[in-house]
T-cell receptor
Framework: GQSLEQPSEVTAVEGAIVQINCTYQTSGFYGLSWYQQHDGGAPTFLSYNALDGLEETGRFSSFLSRSDSYGYLLLQELQMKDSASYFCAVNQAGTALIFGKGTTLSVSS | DAGVIQSPRHEVTEMGQEVTLRCKPISGHNSLFWYRQTMMRGLELLIYFNNNVPIDDSGMPEDRFSAKMPNASFSTLKIQPSEPRDSAVYFC?????????????FGSGTRLTVV
């Protein structure tokens, strides 16, 4: 089976930096994905890591360490609109994504 | 591109009734996924198709649930008979292929309430 652990809630203020961690257990690991979901909305794709290291996309970055079965999503220069739920997800080769329970990020002014 | 289109957006039905949820994936996407989201269980994979063929249906809760993909542009998820515990948001998603590196595009979801 597969399991993912991520914090249930994180709070931060505008302009700050926040890191959302994700640890996973799965056989045949292929990659780690991150999705954002606003209240009442659909999950939207943020990033994908298959290799160790940091991937940067604007204010968001995602990191993966395959040896530690660990990754994180880094959000910089936080804005109010970043308040949302963030999900990490893993897949094995040829299989569909399995999602974690999500982290609710609340950004205050 | 209109994205992934799901219908209906909301469905309220009585226990025991049949419910059919519909999904039109993005044209050219070869993989289609059905997920269910609840507060307690999060986002659960129900079934996924690749090139219209069901590949993994291990997440389908029980025989009351069935899914079909008769062609590349349409899929249905049917619950018969429905029960109150089926109340959830059901998402359909599509992707170029099951490999997650391309990202999944989700539809707006169907909020199902069974009373």
């Amino acid at each position: 089976g597969q399991s993912l652990e991520q914090p249930s809630e994180v709070t931060a203020v505008e302009g700050a930096i926040v890191q959302i961690n994700c640890t996973y257990q799965t056989s045949g690991f292929y990659g780690l994905s991150w999705y954002q979901q606003h209240d009442g909305g659909a999950p939207t794709f943020l990033s994908y890591n298959a290799l160790d290291g940091l991937e940067e996309t604007g204010r968001f970055s995602s990191f993966l360490s395959r040896s530690d079965s660990y990754g994180y999503l880094l959000l910089q220069e936080l804005q109010m609109k970043d308040s949302a739920s963030y999900f990490c997800a893993v897949n094995q080769a040829g299989t569909a994504l399995i999602f974690g329970k999500g982290t609710t990020l609340s950004v205050s002014s | 591109d209109a994205g992934v289109i799901q219908s209906p957006r909301h469905e309220v039905t009585e226990m025991g009734q049949e419910v059919t949820l519909r999904c039109k994936p993005i044209s050219g996407h070869n993989s289609l996924f059905w997920y269910r989201q609840t507060m307690m269980r999060g986002l659960e994979l129900l079934i996924y198709f690749n090139n219209n063929v069901p590949i993994d249906d291990s997440g389908m809760p029980e025989d009351r649930f069935s899914a079909k993909m008769p062609n590349a542009s349409f899929s249905t998820l049917k619950i018969q008979p429905s029960e109150p515990r089926d109340s959830a948001v059901y998402f359909c998603a599509s992707s170029l292929q099951a490999q997650a590196n391309y990202g999944y595009t989700f539809g707006s979801g169907t909020r199902l309430t069974v009373v």
